[in-house]
């Protein structure tokens, strides 16, 4: 479906042909036109199919200009979708002057007073429990609401908010939108929709799987001591443009973004316990090619939208199915092809049949690369440096230096050496990891939805473009090559109880 087809306000359209968007996704074109009829919503689709512009396009397309109260409120789980959320919105209204916030924890809240104060916006995106606060200190006034949206609210569920969440819905008045967007719908989250929301339509996209047919899922057995120096290998292989590697701990991202930085890659790893500065200055990073691998826990990289990752690295293998389905869905993405790797010592194998009988995916084996097949890799990123610096030229200055050594080498000597110092094997670097307590032992079952109780350990945790090829920190832009109405409640605060419309609009071809 066009855009045009949406009676979306000229301002929007413009802006969406500015985003260079030309058809809007099923969840866009099975959602919007609902939202602009006023209806409660509940949109479920996977990550990545477009639910930010589902829901922004209705809200900036209903805003009053006029009126200077806030009238649409978005919650999102993390500062980084937060952001990335108000980012987006501030895109698309960009020609109709809307005025965004974002508001989370982790920044000076004074700041944000001030700006709530001041700047009077008509869309505030922020994290639950600055909301709350932001609520409860009378600093964020919410009785104009005229929508609100949940954003991932199973990530939401997963990290422990739906309390403060439920706390943020009693403030808002009875007449109100509610959205709900989701990519899976637990009990709870039923529960949320069925208290706070008036006759919900649901808007369903159902995927034939759960992972994407482009990427190519592998995994390798290997003891716990032996990862790091295996991985290294199939970096050296594979030549990954932009790689996300995943560890289970806070204290495992900080050991192999250091460790992977002592053998020349360029790498940086995000966790909760990183200040907001640091985290968003890694992403920049990242976003921006001029780091090519990102380290995370699952809780840092929830809600991270980043384009053009080829690979995803499950160095350790996720307790929780749905994680992984989530870890690996951050390749594949825009028809293009991606790779995932995880690595399974041998009393992790149940966990990985549990992830295939949740996926209906198997995983292949992949062996490990050996010493030979690394330093074959290795040579070949190293003649893509040296041609990506002759390509570039600028090399005048260095040729008197280049003749006065070609009277005392030979031209094959000095390449070679050349090759020898842009290909230095990384091995020859120890690096030691420090080895994390086993998953207890689990025989292969059937997936429940109360698995993702297993490992949630960061409840709380607000936290957390184009890539280059591995160069050991050198230059050059390489071509990649693939390896193989109402919230439900009277105003005495009791609960309203009566039959609840559903209403469900399925979609199958996405």
């Given at each position: 479906m066009?855009?045009?087809?949406l009676n979306?306000?000229p ?12 058809e ?14 006023g ?15 589902a ?9 009053d200009?006029k ?12 500062r ?5 959320t108000?980012?987006?919105?501030y895109?698309?209204?960009q020609f ?20 709530l ?14 909301l ?8 964020l006034?919410i ?34 939108q ?15 929709s069925?208290?706070?929301m008036?006759?919900p ?22 003891k ?16 990954p443009e ?18 992977l ?12 316990d ?13 976003k ?20 053009g ?17 989530h870890?690996?869905?951050r ?12 690595f ?5 194998m ?11 995916k ?24 040296i041609?990506?610096d002759l ?17 005392q ?91 609840r ?10």
């Open positions: 066009k855009f045009e087809a979306l306000d301002a929007l359209l413009e802006a969406v042909q500015s985003a260079g968007f030309e809007a996704t099923p969840i866009q074109a099975g959602t919007i036109p609902l939202v602009m009829a209806k409660d919503v509940i949109g479920q689709a996977q990550t990545g199919t477009g639910k930010t512009a829901f922004a396009l209705p809200i900036l397309n209903n805003l200009m009126d200077e109260n806030v009238q649409a409120l978005i919650i999102s789980p993390t980084e979708l937060a952001i990335q108000q980012e987006e919105l895109r698309l209204g109709k002057k809307a005025r965004i916030q974002v508001v989370y924890g982790g920044a000076d809240i004074r700041r944000q007073i001030r700006s104060k001041h700047n009077h916006p008509q869309v505030v995106v922020g994290t639950p429990g600055r709350l606060d932001l609520i409860n200190r009378n600093a006034k009785e104009h609401i005229r929508t609100l949206v949940l954003d991932e609210a199973d990530e939401m569920l997963d990290m422990g908010f739906i309390e403060d969440i439920e706390k943020i819905l009693t403030h808002v008045p009875n007449e109100h509610t959205l709900l967007f989701s990519a899976t719908m637990p009990a709870p989250i039923m529960r949320i069925e208290k706070f008036s006759k339509e649901i808007v369903k996209i159902k995927s034939k799987e759960l992972t994407s047919d482009l990427i190519d899922q592998y995994y390798v057995r290997s716990d001591f032996e990862k790091f120096d295996v991985m290294t290998r199939l970096f050296d292989v594979q030549n932009l790689a996300l590697v995943f560890g289970r701990t806070k204290r495992r991202v900080d050991e192999l973004a250091k460790g930085q002592a053998r020349g890659y360029r790498a940086e790893g995000i966790h909760g990183l200040t907001q500065q640091k985290r968003m200055s890694v992403l920049r990073q990242f921006k090619g001029e780091l090519d691998i990102l380290v995370a826990t699952d809780v840092a990289a929830r809600g991270l939208d980043i384009s990752v080829t690979h995803v690295y499950n160095y350790d293998i996720p307790q929780d199915p749905d994680s992984y389905v870890r690996i869905g390749t594949g993405r825009a028809g293009k092809s991606g790779m995932s790797v995880t399974v010592t041998s009393n992790e149940g966990y990985l049949k549990t992830i295939e009988q949740l996926t209906k198997r995983m292949r084996p992949l062996m490990p690369p050996t010493d030979k097949q690394a330093f074959k890799g290795q040579l070949k990123t190293a003649v893509e440096t041609t990506a390509e570039a030229d600028g090399l005048d200055k260095y040729e008197a230096t280049a003749q006065e050594l070609l009277t080498f030979s031209a094959e000597q000095l390449v070679a050496a050349y090759v020898k110092e842009v290909s230095k094997d990384s091995t020859d670097v120890p690096v030691k990891i420090t080895p994390e307590r086993p998953l207890p032992a689990r025989k292969a079952s059937h997936h429940r939805s109360s698995s993702r109780r297993g490992n949630n350990n960061h409840r709380r945790s607000n936290g957390g473009g184009n890539g280059k090829s591995f160069n050991r920190g050198g230059k050059g832009n390489y071509n990649h090559k693939k390896s193989n109405g109402g919230h439900g409640k009277s105003k005495d605060g009791h609960q309203k109880h009566g039959n419309n559903f209403t469900i609009r399925t979609n199958t071809n996405a």
